[in-house]
């Protein structure tokens, strides 16, 4: 499965499962919030907004689902 900008998502974070909308996908090696990350055509990360608090961070596909 892939994600395409405006999928609203879910994924896990310490304190239970946070939802999002994404904004955009990477394939290709950047930085985010002062960490590197590795995204390949093979591996993509997607840049996902909180819809609780605003803010971004970078997760791979794996570790995002479909909202309902």
Do not use: C
């Amino acid at each position: 499965m892939t994600f395409s900008k405006g999928d609203h998502v879910t994924w896990n974070t310490p304190q239970g499962e946070t939802h999002g909308t994404v904004k955009e996908k990477r394939v290709s090696e950047f930085e985010h919030d002062g960490q590197k990350f590795k995204a390949s055509h093979d591996e993509p990360y997607f840049i996902v907004e909180s819809d609780k608090s605003g803010s971004t961070a970078a997760h791979k596909e794996s570790a995002l689902s479909t909202s309902e």
